[in-house]
T-cell receptor, first 107, second 114 residues
């Protein structure tokens, strides 16, 4: 089965709206990481977040290890936020990726 | 200024041929990885190397062979190419192997097998 479940699969927002992306893990995690994948392919690390809450500009990541979940909050979305958001689970020396959330922010 | 260099960016090959995908990292990391991303599939782990030694291998086919000539190099040789091998191949690195290290990705090599 798949170790990482991301939701929603896709999301369409109007510019200025907020977004909440979820990542749930079926196995215990040592850590996790959020990535942004640009249309065209390259991955950019947003947060390496083993536990707790981290902030970076308009982005906030919260990981709750005992509940096996992590969330990514995007506030005041912009058209340049459009792309795919991936979460990765670090578990027992292996790294598993979710299917991603495809975000479209309309002007 | 990319710190993980993958070459070429795009590659077209014919079925049955052999290709080598190049990856070099200039982050001073000791662990390197290969991932594959096919259409409509999540990123799929292929190999992990630490200090030039194979640590983990999830690919089912021996047609995929990583090659590490230097600590900061991890190339991927693919033989007897098939159309199903068409995908984007990402190289990644982390300071050390294991679960406590941030992963950094290259820009990928997009392979099309005709």
């Amino acid at each position: 089965g798949q170790q990482v479940q991301q939701s929603p699969a896709s999301l369409v927002l109007q510019e200025g709206e907020n977004a909440e992306l979820q990542c749930n893990f079926s196995t215990s995690l040592n850590s996790m990481q959020w990535f942004y994948q640009r249309p065209g392919g390259s991955l950019v690390s947003l947060f390496y977040n083993p536990s707790g809450t981290k902030h970076s500009g308009r982005l906030t990541s919260t990981t709750v290890i005992k509940e096996r979940r992590s969330s990514l909050h995007i506030s005041s979305s912009q058209t340049t936020d459009s792309g795919t958001y991936l979460c990765a689970l670090y578990s027992n020396n292996r790294i598993f990726f979710g299917d991603g959330t495809q975000l479209v922010v309309k002007p | 200024d990319p710190k993980i260099i993958q070459k070429p960016k795009y590659l077209v090959a014919v079925t049955g041929s052999e290709k080598i995908l190049i990856c070099e990292q200039y982050l001073g990391h000791n662990a390197m990885y290969w991932y594959r991303q096919s259409a409509k599939k999540p990123l799929e782990f292929m190999f992990s190397y630490s200090y030039q030694k194979l640590m983990d291998n999830q690919t089912a086919s021996s047609r995929f062979q990583p090659q590490s000539s230097k600590k900061n190099h991890l190339d991927l040789q693919i033989t007897a190419l098939k159309p199903d091998d068409s995908a984007t191949y990402f190289c990644a690195s982390s300071p050390q192997g294991g679960s406590q290290n941030t992963l950094y990705f290259g820009a990928g090599t997009r392979l099309s097998v005709l």
